[in-house]
Nanobody
Framework: QLQASGGGLVQPGGSLRLSCAASGFTSGSYNIAWFRQAPGKEREGIAY??????YYAGSVKGRFTISRDKAQNTAYLQMNSVKPDDTAVYYC?????????????????????WGQGTQVTVSS
């Protein structure tokens, strides 16, 4: 099970850190991704972290950083220099097994476990 938290209202240019607490992933390899869905748009993958690979969507690269603390079974998404276009519901997703390749990490069907979503609103 995944529990996403940390969303809220933030001003343009500000920062926010989202957390994704994972339960039941105490053994074996698993990979985490963050997706988001803006109003009227499809859900899109924005960041991924695996055992040896990290990927970002072009729209967030250089501004967002994904990380995880395996001991705490928690993943994070540090969001800096946020923009109004970052307004969305953010979801964390997880899968067990090997690292995904570049062409696969944004495919929702790769992830068996999803959190409930946390709202991020960027507005002045």
């Amino acid at each position: 099970q995944l529990q996403a938290s940390g969303g809220g209202l933030v001003q343009p240019g500000g920062s926010l850190r989202l957390s994704c607490a994972a339960s039941g992933f105490t053994s074996g390899s698993y990979n985490i991704a963050w997706f988001r869905q803006a109003p009227g748009k499809e859900r899109e993958g924005i960041a991924y972290i695996g055992d040896s690979r990290t990927y970002y969507a072009g729209s967030v690269k250089g501004r967002f950083t994904i990380s995880r603390d395996k001991a705490q079974n928690t993943a994070y998404l540090q969001m800096n220099s946020v923009k109004p276009d970052d307004t969305a519901v953010y979801y964390c997703a997880a899968r067990r097994g090997f690292d995904l390749i570049l062409s696969a990490w944004r495919q929702e069907e790769q992830y068996a476990y999803w959190g409930q979503g946390t709202q991020v609103t960027v507005s002045s």
